[in-house]
Antibody, heavy 119, light 111 residues
Framework: EVQLVESGGGLVKPGGSLRLSCAAS????????MSWVRQAPGKGLEWVGR??????????DYVAPVKGRFTISRDDSKNTLFLQMNSLKTDDTAVYYC??????????WGQGTLVTVSS | DIVMTQTPLSSPVTLGQPASISCRSS???????????LSWLQQRPGQPPRLLIY???NRFSGVPDRFSGSGAGTDFTLKISRVEAEDVGVYYC????????FGGGTKVEIK
């Protein structure tokens, strides 16, 4: 059974940093492209960024509002995905989902972790 | 960036009746590999999203056959043949041909 379990969310002040983790199980993590998707309270889904599998180059890609502030990385030896978030803004307040990509879709989602940026 | 536009924003439906959601992309979603990476997701209240349809018209594992997808190029449609109570939620289209973007969502509710 595929499982994606996020952790690391919480309350942080504007300008602060937070690191989210996603523990993956039930599939070959090293073979998967992985994404982070966020959802602000009462709003729609926004893709944050992705990391390719190492066999495809391990390249990262981000949505414009987070470029230069957020970094996605992976530890295939620990089946774990990370999202390092720096210079956080109030607009970054959202539930952050870890997501597994598959044939140009997202086939599995975690339950999400809430990040609140507020003074 | 590819912009995905969904209509309607909200769709009140009678139980047992059909529902249809439209999704239009700002440019063709045909990838250089020949595939069209357009998928549909359902998000029930309080739940993470769930994949329904991938590559325009392929139902994901466990998805009831009352859900179907169609379209090509820039225009796509999700149809529910007979809406059931468990279908209430927000539906999103998503493209992964160029990076990844979501439509704004369509709320399906029971009349």
């Amino acid at each position: 059974e595929v499982q994606l379990v996020e952790s690391g969310g919480g309350l942080v002040k504007p300008g602060g940093s937070l690191r989210l983790s996603c523990a993956a199980s039930g599939f070959s993590f090293n073979d998967a492209w992985m994404s982070w998707v966020r959802q602000a309270p009462g709003k729609g889904l926004e893709w944050v960024g992705r990391i390719q599998r190492k066999a495809d180059g391990g390249t990262t890609d981000y949505v414009a509002p987070v470029k230069g502030r957020f970094t996605i990385s992976r530890d295939d030896s620990k089946n774990t995905l990370f999202l390092q978030m720096n210079s956080l803004k109030t607009d970054d307040t959202a539930v952050y989902y870890c997501a597994k990509e598959w044939f140009g879709a997202i086939d599995y989602w975690g339950q999400g972790t809430l990040v609140t940026v507020s003074s | 960036d590819i912009v995905m536009t969904q209509t309607p924003l909200s769709s009140p439906v009678t139980l047992g009746q059909p529902a249809s959601i439209s999704c239009r992309s700002s440019q063709s979603l045909v990838h250089s590999d020949g595939n069209t990476y357009l998928s549909w997701l359902q998000q029930r209240p309080g739940q993470p999203p769930r994949l329904l349809i991938y590559k325009i018209s392929n139902r994901f594992s466990g998805v009831p056959d009352r859900f179907s997808g169609s379209g090509a190029g820039t225009d796509f449609t999700l149809k529910i043949s007979r809406v059931e109570a468990e279908d209430v939620g927000v539906y999103y289209c998503m493209q992964a041909t160029q990076s990844l973007t979501f439509g704004g969502g369509t709320k399906v509710e029971i009349k």
